[in-house]
């Protein structure tokens, strides 16, 4: 199974997930790393706040914040090459990454929708 690693930018706390004012991106973003955890992969995040060393001493990171600058986070890198920047990924994108079968979101019974039609 793939190893991925998140670089995020500087956040309040390790997952973005705190405070008064949350970004929902991060909220869907970090049940999708639960998500994939739970399902065998392998996700670590690191947080330039509160791990900056780890930045620094990561040649392919450190040689994207050189170009890019800080900006441009979060950096993805899955198995020590770069996948994504400047976002999030999505589940799918996790499930891809680390070998995961997607599921399916559950389809919604009763109601009075049927197939593409709502009333």
Same mark, same amino acid.
């Given at each position: 199974?793939?190893?991925?690693?998140?670089?995020?930018?500087?956040?309040?706390?390790?997952?973005?997930?705190?405070?008064?004012?949350?970004?929902?991106?991060?909220?869907?973003? +970090?049940?999708?790393?639960?998500?994939?955890?739970?399902?065998?992969?392998?996700?670590? @995040?690191?947080?330039?706040?509160?791990?900056?060393?780890?930045?620094?001493?990561?040649?392919?990171?450190?040689?994207?914040?050189? @170009?890019?600058?800080?900006?441009?986070?979060?950096?993805?890198?899955?198995?020590?090459?770069?996948?994504? +920047?400047?976002?999030?990924?999505? @589940?799918?994108?996790?499930? @891809?990454?680390?070998?995961?079968?997607?599921?399916?979101?559950?389809?919604?019974?009763?109601?009075?929708?049927?197939?593409?039609?709502?009333?």
């Amino acid at each position: 199974m793939a190893s991925i690693q998140i670089f995020d930018p500087a956040l309040c706390c390790s997952t973005g997930v705190c405070g008064v004012d949350v970004d929902q991106v991060l909220v869907s973003f +970090a049940a999708d790393v639960d998500w994939a955890k739970q399902n065998g992969a392998q996700v670590e @995040r690191f947080n330039l706040a509160q791990q900056p060393l780890t930045f620094a001493e990561n040649s392919t990171v450190k040689a994207f914040l050189e @170009r890019s600058g800080q900006e441009a986070l979060p950096l993805i890198l899955v198995d020590g090459e770069v996948a994504l +920047a400047g976002r999030y990924p999505n @589940r799918a994108e996790l499930a @891809r990454w680390a070998g995961i079968a997607a599921v399916s979101a559950p389809q919604s019974q009763g109601g009075c929708c049927s197939g593409s039609r709502c009333c």
